[in-house]
């Protein structure tokens, strides 16, 4: 069992990792988030709920500052904080109809979204809405149909004045929440581990056919998305390399090695090209509250022409890059990197009078985006803060 | 000798034979990686001296080398390429003995300029300008001497460089300095003569402007018009295209060059043009186009498919931004049965991204080209 020394040092060690940048990637930075907090509750110290929330935060703190530009280390610290709520409630509401505690079997992400999406609203944790309770492996939880049934709330009001006292205080002396608690972020992590799949099992919805698509950057998910597609339907990809960094062309070339008819245009060909693409397909680096996208740069361009065409725009992404900040500012969520690649120092006597500019990402506004394709199945820009409440606390959006 | 005779001609036939598979091969595996919806297009071949038959005249010979391999672009510096070396085509032509200067020049110019056509596809202008060319000749007085019809002729080709290019493009900056006031910040993509005169003059004549310049994979043109806009001393900014939605928010103006208009107002220029006439059209910023008459066309076009120009595609292949070139990761791409890289050097801009058009006949909407089409056949 490692103490709360070894636990400093695993977070340290993240932190500076993510620092120097040598854990880059939305994904991977998320799973490592994940794992690192499940460490955290498993380690420390605690004994009231209140005291992991404000662990949870400092140590979710440090993480989003040593790479603020990830939005996905703070959605995912967002999550586990809702979680911890989540399950603090459940276990005060059912304290509080004297039973003890359950063991909560959520339900497995490979489950149909169909489901989730018509009978009950959370896509995630659903939970019947049963008066009674029943322990065992294969049990699903009881709750009270008020404090539990967050969706349920938002609609009806602002909920349960009972339930919401006891959530206030979190001061309730709760061991024996650990593992409930744990085996949450387990189902976190596991779904984290399934992304992929999950997104990419929906292929064969969206593709028919004879299509042209078009994609931009390089996208993991896209990539198994279009793969698993392939391996049904025969169509082409349109990849736009995007320079200067040529994400398109590792795209291309994987996709080509998986047999798909792959073209690679330039990026001032898009808008040429766009007349003939059935759909745009793209992956995203986060999404905002608004359903605005932060994409690779030039993405903004994609989209745009694809809207003056009237081509669909679909985004491929999983809902750990949702996040619940707002673009107040278009700009604040840009970084201008190194020109060296738009113009090296060979050319040297010119770089000295000149200003270079080179965006990494790109905003892309909402009316631009039809479709968001998640693990929890297809959304409308419209109906993204349904999954931001039912995801997030509004008190965490500031970590 | 007969022998001989037949053995020279055995050996000449078996290398011609073994030029033909050689040249077929290569069409074959390039058909193979061209895309589909622009297999109609032929891809640029590259400089190719063995192409050319005996009567091709030298100058000819050497700007056919110098369109193929890029080093000279952009259709005016083609046109007057052109133009040049088709006058002293003439100075060196001798009408054949039976026909006359009327009749026969157009003939024997007509190998030259399907030589040319061969290294690159001709620029509309070009072909406007061989069009006046022969119909010059082909009004030419019969009773006149040759040579005096030779002087002629090449003052006539003078007159329409003068004209239709040089003093239009003077004509059109003039107007196009109306455009430009203090605090401007001007955006313009690619490299284009008139806009760069523009500036210059702009510059020359002591407004106070920024100037933003879009450039693009893989020419990379506007880095030439960045190195000329700084040795005069304009403060510039410089990025590709996947900035321009980040770049846009300062810009007031946007100027752009053309290739050629078509009659149904649709700018057919450099590609990418496209694009940021789009996004600028999105964000309320003023398209301007800057184009001399003798650019715009009879044609009518919707897309940017149905003509068009495809480059080297190994150009992709190549992605350092100097002239060394370092091959990126789609090197070996020709093997690769599914991969296909498309190299377009034109697109379609339509008519509702563009403000405006400056031309020497004035600042007209890119509606009324076929207007003034009409009244040029008139005259």
């Known amino acids: ?399 | 000798m007969e022998n001989e005779g037949n053995k020279k001609s055995i050996k000449e036939r078996t290398k011609a034979k073994h030029k033909e598979k050689q040249s077929k091969e290569m069409n074959e595996s390039s058909n193979k990686q061209v895309a589909a919806l622009f297999s109609h297009l032929e891809i640029a071949k590259g400089a190719n001296a063995s192409l050319a038959s005996r009567d091709i005249h030298p100058a000819v010979l050497v700007i056919g080398l110098q369109f193929a391999d890029f080093k000279i672009c952009g259709a005016n510096a083609r046109c007057i390429a052109t133009l040049t070396a088709f006058k002293k085509v003439i100075q060196d032509y001798k009408t054949p003995e039976g026909t006359t200067l009327s009749r026969h020049l157009p003939t024997h110019l007509s190998p030259q300029i399907s030589y040319l056509v061969n290294s690159r596809p001709m620029s509309v202008g070009m072909g406007n300008a061989i069009r006046h060319l022969k119909l010059e000749i082909s009004t030419m007085d019969i009773d006149l001497a040759d040579d005096d019809a030779k002087l002629l002729l090449c003052e006539k080709i003078d007159n329409f460089i003068r004209d239709r290019i040089t003093v239009a493009d003077r004509v059109i900056v003039s107007y196009g300095l109306q455009k430009i006031q203090d605090g401007d910040v001007i955006l313009t993509y690619a490299r284009s003569s008139v806009v760069q005169a523009l500036l210059l003059e702009a510059h020359a004549k002591g407004i106070q402007f920024k100037v933003i310049i879009v450039d693009s994979r893989p020419r990379l043109e506007g880095k030439g018009l960045l190195r000329c806009l700084v040795d005069a001393g304009i403060s510039c900014t410089y990025a590709f295209l996947h900035a321009v939605g980040f770049v846009l928010k300062d810009v007031s103006k946007v100027f752009l060059g053309a290739h050629a208009f078509m009659s149904n107002g649709a700018l057919y220029s450099r590609v990418g043009t496209a694009m940021v006439a789009m996004m600028a059209k999105e964000k309320n910023i003023p398209v301007i186009v800057c184009c001399e008459t003798y650019k715009f066309a009879e044609k009518v076009q919707l897309d940017s498919f149905v003509m068009n120009e495809q480059g080297n595609p190994d150009e992709m292949v190549n992605i350092s931004t100097t002239s060394t070139p370092k091959a990126g990761l789609l090197d070996g791409w020709l093997h690769k049965p599914d991969l296909k890289l498309l190299n377009l050097l034109h697109d379609l801009t339509p008519s509702k991204y563009i403000t405006t058009v400056i031309t020497e006949v004035g600042m007209i909407p890119c509606t009324s080209v076929p207007v003034i089409l009409r009244e040029y056949k008139q005259v």
Request: proline share 4%; with cysteine.
């Open chain 1, 1 to 399: 069992m490692t103490g709360p020394r070894d636990l400093n040092a695993q977070i340290e060690s993240l932190v500076n990792r993510l620092r120097r940048r040598q854990v880059v990637g939305s994904w991977s930075v998320s799973l490592e988030t994940a794992l690192l907090l499940r460490q955290v509750v498993s380690v420390a110290r605690w004994n009231q709920v209140n005291v992991l929330i404000n662990l949870v935060k400092d140590v979710g703190g440090k993480l989003v500052m040593a790479q603020p530009r990830e939005l996905a280390v703070g959605n995912i610290v967002r999550r586990v904080l809702r979680l911890i709520r989540d399950v603090y409630n459940s276990e005060v509401s059912n304290s509080n109809t004297n039973l003890t505690s359950t063991s909560e079997e959520v339900e497995d992400d490979d489950k149909d979204y169909e489901d989730d999406n018509v009978i009950k609203s959370p896509p995630q944790k659903s939970k019947t809405y049963d008066l009674q309770s029943y322990s065992g492996p294969g049990s699903i939880i009881s709750s009270s149909f008020f404090s539990s049934s967050a969706s349920m709330i938002n609609l009806l009001g602002d909920g349960s004045v009972s339930g919401k006292e006891a959530s206030l205080d979190y001061d309730r002396k709760c061991y024996n929440l650990k593992p409930t608690i744990i085996s949450e972020l387990q189902e976190l992590i596991n779904e984290l581990e399934n992304m992929y799949v999950n997104i990419a099992d929906q292929a064969m919805e969206h593709i028919h056919s004879n299509e042209i698509i078009m994609t931009v950057g390089k996208s993991r998910t896209v990539e198994m998305f279009l793969k698993t597609a392939a391996k049904k339907r025969k169509f082409s990809i349109v990849v736009a390399e995007t320079s200067p960094k040529y994400l398109g062309h590792e795209m291309a070339l994987s996709l080509s090695q998986a047999g798909i008819d792959t073209t690679v245009i330039s990026d001032s060909a898009i808008f040429a090209v766009m007349s003939r693409v059935n759909k745009v397909i793209m992956g995203t680096h986060a999404v905002l509250a608004n359903g605005g996208l932060i994409s690779v740069s030039g993405t903004q361009m994609v989209a745009t022409a694809a809207k003056h065409h009237s081509t669909p725009v679909v985004v491929c992404t999983g809902l750990y890059k949702l996040s619940p900040l707002y673009p107040y500012d278009e700009d604040s969520f840009n970084d201008l990197v190194a020109p060296d690649p738009v113009m090296s120092f060979d050319e040297g006597e010119l770089i000295d009078k000149v200003t270079i500019l080179n965006p990494y990402y790109d905003y892309v506004s909402p009316e631009l985006v039809s479709l968001f394709i998640t693990n929890t199945g297809g959304h409308p820009p419209s109906y993204l803060y349904r999954l931001i409440n039912e995801n997030y606390d509004p008190e965490d959006t500031v970590i």
